[in-house]
């Protein structure tokens, strides 16, 4: 069997045009227990930090110091990163990305420099465009590059692949069974907050201690929660995957 990112070890990675979850090829794991029970209710990807709740169940981890990193998904909704996509913004009219319904979006020039919404450019979420302010910094018909997270459609889905059960929650077809990688280790996950740069070395944080809808993603954010390892890769256009060299978390038995 063949390692591919966020799934099963069951089909190659190359036949999978989203990079989403883990990217296991690559990922070099200290510890994993697989004998913990997740909540019933919860929703998390793998690659995402989690943490128990007051029922010693998996969840989530919302900006406190984590349990580890999810192996496997428990959602039927996944989501993937877009790194640096160009984008055209002639006059003030919205310009389309090639994925609608995304989130924490970061626009930038071609030399990396930011853009603010609302004094620079907006975006429509639900529909997935961008749209220049004429008021603003963004020079008319500027090429921009945007970074973003999307939720694959059951289309992508489709064409990305499921696993034996013709399901993307691999956690709830086995019991609530979850692996939990919670030793040191080096991880490639998809599961970072995109609206922020990343730089080999820089200290890396749990978030949702501040941010309710960044829980279980990596930050560079201090304010959102404890200290969880450091940037041993930066997310490209070519290699979505953000390279964590994940501290661990010794005390978990």
């Known amino acids: ?6 799934r099963l070890e069951s089909f190659p990675s190359a036949n999978f045009p989203f990079s989403n979850g883990l990217d296991l090829g690559r ?3 200290g510890r994993a227990g697989g004998f913990y029970e997740a909540d019933p209710t919860a929703e998390f990807r793998a690659g995402m930090l989690v943490a128990r709740n007051a029922s ?3 969840i989530p981890c919302a900006g406190v110091k984590p349990m580890g990193v999810a192996k496997w998904n428990k959602s039927l909704f996944l989501k993937a990163p877009v790194v640096g996509e160009a984008v055209v913004l002639p006059g003030v009219t919205a310009h389309n990305l090639k994925h609608a319904n995304v ?12 853009y603010a919404d609302p004094g620079d450019y907006s975006a429509n979420t639900t529909n997935g465009t961008i749209t220049r302010n004429g008021a603003g910094t963004i020079a008319d018909g500027e090429t ?3 970074t973003y997270t999307f939720e694959l459609s059951q289309r992508d889905l489709d064409f990305q692949g499921r696993n034996f059960f ?5 956690v709830s077809v086995n019991q609530n069974r979850i692996t939990v990688i919670n030793d040191w280790s080096l991880v490639f996950t998809t599961q970072y907050d995109t609206a922020i740069t990343y730089t080999v070395n820089e200290a890396l944080y749990a978030a949702g201690g501040v941010t309710a809808a960044l829980a279980g993603l990596f930050t560079t954010d201090i304010a959102e929660g404890p200290y969880v390892g450091n940037v041993a890769q930066v997310p490209t256009a070519t290699d979505p995957f953000l390279g964590v060299e994940y501290a661990g978390n010794p005390t978990v038995s």
């Open 1 to 6: 069997m063949v390692l591919i990112p966020g």
């Open 27 to 29: 990922t070099i794991i």
């Open 56 to 58: 010693g169940l998996i």
């Open 166 to 170: 013709n399901f993307v929650d691999d």
């Open 144 to 146: 921009v590059l945007v």
């Open 103 to 114: 989130e924490n979006v970061r626009v930038t020039s071609l030399a990396g420099a930011p």
